[in-house]
C-alpha cells in the first residue's frame, strides 16, 4: 500500500481528533512541515495564545525562540525551511503550574509519518523535556544535563530549555546557555539556511 503524500498526511492531521475527549477546547492541530525543511524544531505542545491564533509560536515563546535561532519572524514561518513538530498538536489546557503534559496520542499516531517524510532535515532542536524523550531517549538524567551536554548531540541535535517566559529562572542560573549553545545554534542555523 502507498504511503499518503504529505499534503494528504497534513489534511489528515488537521482533521484528527483522536485526543477531543481528554482536551478542554476544540481540538486543533497546529504543526507547519515542508518536505524540503533543513530545520525541525521539536517543541512540546501549543499554548493558549497558539490554541486561538493556530500559528505555532505565536506568543512570547516564539519572540525568545526567534531571537534564539537568530531568524526573523518571515523565515520562522517559511515552511520550505523550518518545520515545527510538538510532541502534542492540541492545546493541552492548564494545571496549577502551566499548560499540562503534550497529550501522547499525537506523536503515537502521526510522528514517525510525519518524520519519515521530511528527509532534508539537518538539524533537529529538541525543545524540553517531553521532546527530549522521544528524540534523544538516551539522554542525561534532566533537562539541565541533557541541554548541558549539547554537544554530544551536534551537529544533528541541539537539545533546548522551553523559551517560555516562565523559565527566565532557569536561564539565569545557567548562564553558559547563553555564551556556549546560543552563538553555536545561530550560525548553525545561519549556515544552514543560507
Same mark, same amino acid.
Given at each position: #500500500?502507498?504511503? =499518503? ?6 489534511? @489528515?492531521?488537521?482533521? +484528527?481528533?483522536? +485526543?477531543?475527549?481528554? /482536551? ?7 504543526? %507547519? ?6 530545520? /525541525? ?16 509560536? @505565536? @506568543? ?26 510538538? #510532541?502534542?498538536? +492540541?492545546?493541552?489546557? &492548564? ?10 496520542? +499525537? ?10 517524510? #521530511? ?9 524540553? %523535556?517531553?521532546? #527530549?524523550?522521544?528524540? /534523544?531517549? @538516551?539522554? *542525561?538524567?534532566?533537562? &539541565? ?5 549539547? *554537544? ?10 522551553? =523559551?517560555? =517566559? ?11 546557555? %547563553? ?11 545561519? &549556515?544552514?539556511?543560507?
Amino acid at each position: #500500500m502507498a504511503k =499518503p503524500s504529505l499534503s494528504a498526511l497534513l489534511r @489528515d492531521v488537521a482533521a +484528527c481528533r483522536i +485526543c477531543e475527549e481528554p /482536551l478542554p477546547v476544540e481540538p486543533r492541530p497546529v504543526v %507547519q512541515i515542508g518536505a524540503a525543511a533543513k530545520v /525541525l524544531i521539536a517543541g512540546q505542545a501549543p499554548g493558549r495564545r497558539v490554541f486561538e491564533t493556530g500559528v505555532a509560536f @505565536d @506568543d512570547p515563546s516564539g519572540d525568545r525562540l526567534r531571537a534564539w535561532m537568530g531568524v526573523s519572524t518571515a523565515t520562522f514561518y517559511d515552511a520550505s525551511k523550518i518545520a515545527i513538530l510538538p #510532541m502534542g498538536f +492540541c492545546y493541552p489546557g &492548564t494545571g496549577k503550574t502551566g499548560d499540562l503534559a503534550p497529550r501522547p496520542e +499525537c506523536a503515537e499516531a502521526w510522528r514517525e509519518q510525519l518524520l519519515a517524510r #521530511m528527509t532534508k532535515v539537518k538539524l533537529t532542536l529538541v525543545i524540553g %523535556q517531553y521532546a #527530549m524523550r522521544w528524540h /534523544l531517549p @538516551d539522554s *542525561k538524567s534532566n533537562l &539541565t544535563e541533557t541541554v548541558r551536554a549539547w *554537544k554530544e548531540h551536534r551537529p544533528r541535535i541541539v537539545p533546548l530549555p522551553h =523559551p517560555s =517566559p516562565r523559565n527566565n529562572r532557569w536561564l539565569a542560573k545557567n548562564p553558559w546557555f %547563553q555564551t556556549d549553545v546560543l552563538p553555536y545554534l545561530r550560525r548553525r542555523i545561519a &549556515t544552514l539556511l543560507a
